[in-house]
């Protein structure tokens, strides 16, 4: 460019560095245009990206290098196994409405366990409501006996094992059985053990959602979900999220990517504090049981032993009793368990239940209940940091 204005040579210069320089991890693209040689080349990369064939954009909302990383990444160790594809969204949330939306139409039935995220039963019973889709919840724990409860109309059964807060194991095969040989979609919230304890698709799910927040991530510093699809599903959600805008930045991607690096070392640790934790308030005369899928306590603990690998940092514990100022003073003021709504991030967390309006179905019927997050600190410190906590609830 040697005859170029000082603002054109601004644009151009160092935008055509080509040569192959091999890192550990794949270089970060942040982008929005993508640039074709061609008129022709342009207009077959669209329809291409049209017809949701992989790695294919016109724009960075269809995808960049690094968010097709992401998603393949995400295909592959998700679906394990399985023909798959990913598709990621800004938001954990995103990862369940995006797919509801994609899948169901005004007149359909969708079967929802009662023990879902709570903001995934409120998008059901208020947007899908509006468009005409009626929800309807049901049993946890009714396994193959959902077959009862199908109508012509069921599209969609929805999943979440363990449950929210309460951590009832699903007979998730079973159930799935039962809507495959009824010609209906299956969808689960794996955000639990996913991406190193659970595979869902082996179940026979047909749509796995995750919160790429928690354990993907793994460090509480983005927000990023997904939903992975086995193959003959893929194109009404590619659709609906071409069309509704849904994407996420190179940057995003990036951390995500990074992070899953780690996700096997961080959920093993995560999984042996948790335990180790849960066994000790187990002995304590304040708690009434503790709702940990991998204990031999628990209700359903043979179907975890047959359909997981290990479990992750969250669980539940009842207490006997206590007033709302005593759970203030166990969670109040504690030097690792800080309060916080999310999960699965390096950090412990703490947060009381309030099941009332989340349950219809099976409603708490129990003590309070508190969930923890048990994250990479020592267990020995979180040990004393609930023993401390306790030891105040009883004060207060």
């Known amino acids: 460019m040697p005859h170029s204005k000082p603002s054109s040579r601004l644009v151009a210069a160092g935008r055509h560095f080509d040569r192959p320089i091999a890192t550990v991890n794949l270089p970060l693209t942040r982008a929005s245009s993508v640039l074709f040689e061609s008129l022709a080349q342009a207009e077959a990369e669209g329809a291409a990206a049209i017809a949701g064939e992989l790695h294919r954009t016109t724009y960075a909302t269809s995808g960049t290098p690094t968010t097709f990383a992401l998603m393949d990444a995400l295909a592959e160790v998700e679906g394990a196994g399985h023909a798959c594809r990913a598709a990621v969204m800004p938001s954990g949330l995103a990862a369940i409405s995006v ?9 359909d039935h969708v079967l929802m366990s009662d023990s879902v995220y709570g903001p995934a039963r409120s998008f059901a019973t208020t947007m899908l409501a509006r468009y005409g889709v009626t929800t309807e919840f049901f049993d946890p724990l009714i396994g193959a006996g959902i077959e009862a409860l199908l109508r012509p109309e069921t599209r969609i059964v929805y999943l979440e094992s363990p449950g929210s807060y309460t ?17 209906v979609l299956t969808m689960i919230d794996n955000a639990w053990a996913s991406p190193v304890f659970a595979r869902p698709f082996d179940w026979g799910v047909d749509i796995s959602l995750l919160p790429l927040t928690k354990y993907w991530g793994g460090h509480a510093d983005l927000l990023m979900g997904a939903a992975i699809v086995r193959e003959e599903h893929w194109l009404p959600l590619w659709q609906a999220i071409r069309q509704m805008g849904i994407c996420v930045g190179g940057d995003d991607a990036f951390m995500v990517l990074r992070g899953l690096r780690t996700a096997d070392v961080r959920m093993r640790r995560h999984e042996a504090t948790a335990l180790e934790v849960a066994r000790w308030l187990q002995g304590r005369e304040e708690v009434a ?49 800080r309060i916080g709504y999310s999960w699965g991030g390096f950090e412990s967390l703490i947060m009381p239940a309030k099941l009332g309006s989340i349950r219809s179905i099976r409603p708490w019927t129990g003590g309070p ?3 923890l997050h048990c994250g990479l600190e020592d267990a020995a410190d ?15």
């Not at 306590?297 to 539940?316: E, V």
Request: proline residues 6%; positive net charge.
């Open 382 to 396: 979180l040990i004393d940091d609930l023993q401390e906590g306790l030891q105040a609830m009883k004060s207060a």
């Open 289 to 337: 049981q503790v709702l940990h899928p991998a204990l031999p306590t628990h209700p359903q603990h043979a179907l975890f032993k047959r359909d997981f690998q290990g479990s992750s940092g969250l669980f539940s514990f009842e207490l006997k009793s206590a007033s709302p100022a005593q759970l203030a003073a166990l969670c109040e003021r504690r030097r690792y368990f």
């Open 369 to 371: 209940l508190v969930r």
């Open 167 to 183: 951590f009832e194991i699903q007979d998730v095969p079973a159930i799935c059985a039962v809507a495959r040989a009824h010609g």
């Open 99 to 107: 797919p509801l939306l994609a899948y169901c139409k005004s007149g």
